[in-house]
Every structure is written in C-alpha cells, then in structure tokens.
C-alpha cells in the first residue's frame, strides 16, 4: 500500500499508540492528536493506529510496589514491536506509571530488537521539557499521580535535574488520588464517560491543596487517568499541565511538524 | 504473543476498526465501543485496534458521484487486510458512504482474499436492524447523511426492504446537511472538537423539519459525522438512532456478548 497525501507537504510518519493502559486515556490521546493537528479535510489528519489491548497487560502498580513479579514490560514490548510491524515509526504510550524504567527498558528493548526504523516518544521527557518551557525561572511543580508513579520518582528526578521542585502531597492525599484513578467502586478507570463526581472531586481537592497548601507554582498531571476526569487548563489561577495533552503535541511534531497546531489555533 | 484475560470469560474476539473515514467517527466508534463495555478495570476491555489512515483514501462522494474513477475500496481493502494480518477477527468501518456496494465490495474482496479468520459487520444491516426492532409495527424513518449515501440509496432499499418507509428531505435541505458535514469553513470534519455551532444548528434544522414537515416517528444518524455534533438520543419528542451507537454495540456482541452493557447501566 502506497501512503499517498493529496497536498505536498512532506510524506508524515505513522503514529502507533500503546492504549489499554488504560483504555480511555488511550482514547484521549487520540482525541489531542486529532485536536492539536491542522486539518480541514480527512486527508489532513496524520497516519495514525491505536491499539488497546488491556487484557494482555497485567497491572502495572502491582509490578511496581512488589505485589507480582510478573513485568508487564515484555507485553508492552509485544504491543509495541506489533505496532512497528504494522508500519508505525513513531510510538507514543498514553501511561505515566509504565514508563518506569524497570517495565519500559523491558519492553523497548523488545521494540528495538526489530531493527525497525522507530523512535519512542516518552511521556515524562515530553511532560518535563514543557514544563521547563513554561517555568524558565525554575518553581514549585505540584504532581500528581499513582501511588507506584510517586514513589518510583518518575517525574520528581526528572524534575528536579531539570532545576525544578517536585512538590507532592502526604500520604493520605496521595493514597486518595489513587482512588480517584483505580477504585472500581467509583474511580476513573471503572468510570469514565461520564466520571464520576467523586473522583473528580477527590482529583479537584488534591489540586487545591498543592495550590493553597503546597503554595505550587503548576500543576501537573502526572497519570493519564487524571486529564480524562479534570479537563481545566487552569485551576485557581495556577496553570495545569496534561502530560497526554503534551505528548499528543510531541508525537505531531515527531510525525508531521508542520500539521502541529499553534495554542491560538485551538479552540473551545 | 498469548492473550491472557484474568477471568473466566470466552476469549474476546479481537475488533479492528477502519478508521480515517473520517478521523473523529474513527474515534467516536471506539468511544462508543469503551462506554458500551461491562469493565470496571483495564483488563475487562476488549482488544481492539483502530487504524485512522486519511491520507491513503480518496473521497468516497467524489468516486460515487462520478466526480473521479479512483474507487478507494482499494485502500480501504487494504487496511481492513492490515487490521487482519495484525490480529483482528472482527471488522467495522465508520463511514455509512464507504458501505456502498461499488466500495464495499472491492474491499471485502481484498479482505476474504486474505483467506483469514474475518467477519465484518456492516453498520447499514446493524442500523436497520436496530430500527427494525424499535418500530416493529413499521414507520415513517427519517433519514439524514450525505448526499451520496442518500443517492446511492443505501439506507432507504435497506429499509424498504424491511417493510419501514425511508423518508429524506428535499434537495436544497440535503445539500445543507452536506456542507454541515464537510464544508470545510464551518463543517463536523472541519471543527470537530469543539463542533462548529452553524454546523450543529443545520443538523438540528433538519432534524426538526423531518420531525416536523415529514412527520418521521425515529430520526436514523446516517453519517458518523453527524453524531459527533448531535448526540441526543430523542428530539422534538422522536427517538434518534445513532448508526455508529449501533455499530459498537454490534462489535462487542461479536467480539464477546457477554461484555456488552444493557442500556440500563449506560449513565449520562
């Protein structure tokens, strides 16, 4: 099959996506690339597969805080090495807390062990870089995310190596998070269109206390579940940053740099 | 790679999707898919792969209105074959123009060629079934899509064919609902997200004048785009079938029965 664009921009690359982790913010992600890309006609929008298969994944979380031995990076590696078998050249995985070197080295070295032609697209480099962009002065950067996203420090060494303070919340609070993502009673992953009102409160309050508590400078949403349920681009006069909003504009810019959006451009 | 699901269930039929037609149904079905699946955790979703290639596919109206003799059942054959080399056993496509004969047919052929396990579920039998069991003592179905679908009287022998009388509005009419569609000024392929309020309002004039003028008793979605800017289930007191609605609840019927929600526990 010959890919085959009607303007003569130059030929995008293929943008595969590792969903299921969980479904919905693999949706999302899709739903920002769409978004964030320039395109008035059907043949505009970029050369793009998701592919969500939640059943293959055992949880990450687990893995992480030592519940389970069993690493959900070699699946993830099967996902993404299908992707790259199929024709993507650019891989993005809507999934803070897999990005943990421990699942992700696993599982990129199964992609890389293709010798394909393909470039990953880290969620928490993207995050971190815009987040140094918006804060060139350096500041107090609120995180939230999993439980096994915190402790593991995904974002806080990124961060700070980036001359940035991660700021997160106590315990309690941040166990409370993890409700408001996981608990099948009422959490985002069980409840998502439409989410629940309370994790979307709980979500609300823990921004709330980095801002009025923690005094942070920005937020940012560190757990892909999160931007599916707070959608505020600011909240109490603070900006909030979505890690999935970010990547889907990485990932453009990695496929198609001139289909990428200016923020005047977006609207609603 | 073995699928692997954490509970008892039969081993869930992998659904591929053709997506691109345009992007935001792609994305819409797959939304659709997600909300109308029993899970309160990741794992209880059903594999699933949406392949959005835009940029391989002429415009399905032009080729059906004489306007180019580029069938693109070609290249839409070819990504069903792709979705099927990479796993899919279960096949839907979200663009009710593209089920035309003269389209499907060059692409179906592609697909069975492959000599794969593969079942496509077609969203013209889905919505008229659906219809069917709604009104089963007949009715007046007004139907809204484009011109070509409209044309090449997809829907309306369908519903013929089921003892239900097909209604559409005049010529002016549908050429408005046209350029809700596609113009690409102020059209749902345009502005999508958010959808443009001059597009939505002429869906919702047609709409109310088929309600109306032409005294419909169901109003039938016959565009995947047009849900995207009209998402209720009823107007003007008249029940509003969302072909692309029907076709999720179809796939996962055909991917695993057992997960598809009864309306009752749909919420919002």
């Known amino acids: 099959m ?33 978004r964030w890309t320039r395109a008035s006609v059907d043949q505009d929008h970029l050369p793009l597969m998701l592919h969500s298969f939640p059943g293959w994944i ?48 696993v599982a990129l070295e199964r992609l890389y062990a293709t010798g394909l032609d393909v ?41 700070e190596k980036a001359g940035l303070e991660p700021v997160i919340l106590g315990d309690e609070d941040c166990a409370l998070v993890q409700r408001a993502i996981s608990d099948p009673t009422f959490g985002v992953k069980a409840f998502s269109d439409p989410v629940s009102p309370a994790a979307r409160q709980i979500l609300l309050d823990a921004a709330r206390r980095l801002v009025e508590e923690k005094k942070v400078s920005t ?29 889907a504009r990485e990932l453009i810019r990695a496929s198609c740099p001139e289909r990428l959006k200016a923020p005047f451009e977006i609207q609603g």
């Open 2 to 34: 010959i890919q085959r664009f009607f303007d003569h921009s130059p030929e995008p690359r293929t943008i595969g996506i590792v969903g299921g982790l969980g479904p919905y913010a693999g949706y999302d992600l899709v739903r920002k690339i769409f």
């Open 58 to 105: 055992p949880e990450r979380p687990a893995f992480l805080l030592g519940q389970t031995k069993e690493n959900p990076g070699e699946d993830i590696g099967g996902i993404m090495e299908q992707l790259a078998r199929s024709g993507a050249t650019v891989i993005g995985m809507p999934c803070n807390t897999a990005h943990s070197p421990r699942i992700l080295d």
């Open 219 to 247: 937020i940012l949403l560190g757990c892909t579940e999160i931007p599916v349920a707070v959608t505020e681009t600011s909240l109490w006069d603070t900006p909030v940053v979505d890690a999935t909003s970010v990547l």
């Open 119 to 159: 470039r990953f697209v880290s969620i928490i480099e993207s995050a971190v870089q815009h987040v140094c962009q918006l804060c060139p002065n350096g500041g107090r950067i609120g995180l939230m995310g999993t439980v096994a996203t915190l402790q593991t420090r995904l974002y806080q060494d990124a961060l």
